[in-house]
């Protein structure tokens, strides 16, 4: 079965990832005024925002699972749904623990809501313009989160805290409903994963489809488990977002440095991550137009090491050490967009694209969880944060190292697929 909406669909399908990302992003702004007004501690606070991530570390894969199990429209609208009345919950909380609770199911809903996003885009849009689509899809955490770091402030000083977490309410549920009555329905009769069905090429790593067909939950989840390429796409998103996330929840020590207002600081790092979304898009159209997947990931890796080194690790004036933040955003959003969009061609089939993407949700939440840490015992030690750029270097240099492996992968599947052909025997071998 497969849903055929066109361009409408898809721009339906990628904002309600950004719908999605408000939640994430209307926290960091709203931290002190929930932690003087419920009596918080600094760390009972911080756990709020690590409480959305541990969804996604924990029930990555099983979440993917779930939504190609159940149906990626389905699921899509129910996580929305989920997130929209966790943040109405919220929203009138009266203790922490009301608070607390909603953040989780708030997680819940995130990870049902993006999870199903890439496998619904390659049903609404043909082969040629998936990849671009893909890429669009994924800025919509960068665009989200930094819509909402624009906008929160702004609904605080108008109408306290619990405003934001309204209007995150009534996005959600209203985004619900736009799934179900404006999104096409799956129509029967329609090999699943059509919309991609003729991407292949003659470069390595060229993509073919796979087989129709829906297989069950466990199913789809262990064909995912045993196969490289998914592995390789949760590692290289767990260093790249661990750094992208330790990156800007320190930035404000350059901030400091340099003697700017907490205010100007808070929309100068909402422009560095909005400005990650034109890496994304820009992943979509540099693939579409024959770049390789591996030369993005590894000059995108090197790029964030230097400019992770020229803001960090230096004393340059402040307005250069920014300029590098800006850079190491963009050049940095080329690895998601590109991950995102190899996704449906590592899934062993069309019925598991959804669980190749919880398995790589399932890193990225694993690295920032556990990267941020490692930056801040790094920088006790060494008695500042100048040392930051040694750590997120590290998990560049990793990156690049996972880029090399992707290239040999690749070139693997490459010749799979040209026995397969000469042989006679189709093009299924280049789905691993």
């Not at 922490?96 to 990870?111: K, Q, Y």
């Not at 400019?307 to 004036?317: D, K, L, M, V």
């Not at 933040?325 to 069309?350: E, H, K, M, Q, R």
């Amino acid at each position: 079965m497969t849903v055929r909406g066109g361009t409408g669909s898809a721009a339906i399908v990628v904002g309600t990832g950004i719908v999605a990302a408000l939640n994430f992003g209307k926290l960091p702004p709203a931290l002190l005024a929930l932690q003087a007004e419920f009596g918080l501690s600094l760390v009972q606070v911080s756990w709020m925002v690590s409480l959305f991530m541990f969804a996604g570390a924990l029930f990555g894969i099983a979440g993917g699972a779930i939504a190609d199990g159940f149906g990626p429209r389905r699921v899509m609208a129910a996580g929305l749904l989920a997130m929209g009345s966790a943040s109405a919950a919220g929203a009138m909380a009266s203790s922490p623990a009301v608070l607390f609770t909603s953040r989780a199911i708030e997680s819940a809903g995130f990870l049902m809501a993006v999870l199903p996003g890439p496998a619904l885009l390659r049903q609404c849009v043909p082969a040629s313009q998936l990849r671009g689509w893909l890429g669009a899809w994924a800025a919509y955490m960068p665009a989200g989160m930094g819509l909402a770091l624009v906008v929160t402030p702004w609904l605080m000083q108008a109408a306290g805290w619990r405003a934001a977490w309204w209007g995150t309410a009534l996005a959600g549920i209203g985004w619900a409903a736009m799934i179900a009555f404006a999104l096409p329905r799956a129509q029967p009769g329609t090999p699943a994963g059509s919309g991609a069905a003729s991407a292949t090429g003659s470069r390595p790593g060229a993509e073919a489809a796979t087989g129709p067909g829906r297989a069950p939950l466990a199913a789809n989840a262990w064909a995912t488990v045993i196969r490289i390429g998914p592995w390789l796409l949760a590692l290289c998103f767990l260093f790249y977002a661990g750094q992208f996330v330790g990156i800007f929840s320190f930035l404000p020590s350059v901030y400091a440095d340099a003697g700017v207002a907490q205010s100007l600081g808070a929309l100068l790092t909402a422009l560095a991550v909005i400005a990650n979304v034109a890496g994304n898009l820009a992943a979509g159209l540099l693939l579409q137009q024959g770049f390789q997947r591996h030369s993005l990931i590894a000059f995108a890796g090197a790029s964030m090491a230097l400019c992770a080194w020229i803001a960090f690790g230096t004393e340059a004036p402040f307005a250069l050490r920014y300029a590098a933040i800006v850079v190491l955003s963009v050049v940095g959003g080329l690895i998601p967009g590109t991950l995102f969009a190899t996704a449906p061609f590592y899934a062993p089939n069309p019925a598991a694209v959804s669980t190749t993407v919880g398995l790589m949700q399932q890193g990225s939440a694993s690295g920032q969880i556990l990267l941020p840490p490692v930056i801040a015992a790094l920088a006790q030690y060494s008695g500042g944060w100048s040392s930051t750029w040694i750590a997120t270097g590290v998990a560049a240099a990793c990156t690049v190292a996972i880029a090399a492996a992707i290239r040999g992968h690749d070139s693997q599947r490459f010749a799979r697929a040209v026995s397969a052909s000469r042989s006679g025997g189709g093009a299924g071998g280049a789905s691993g």
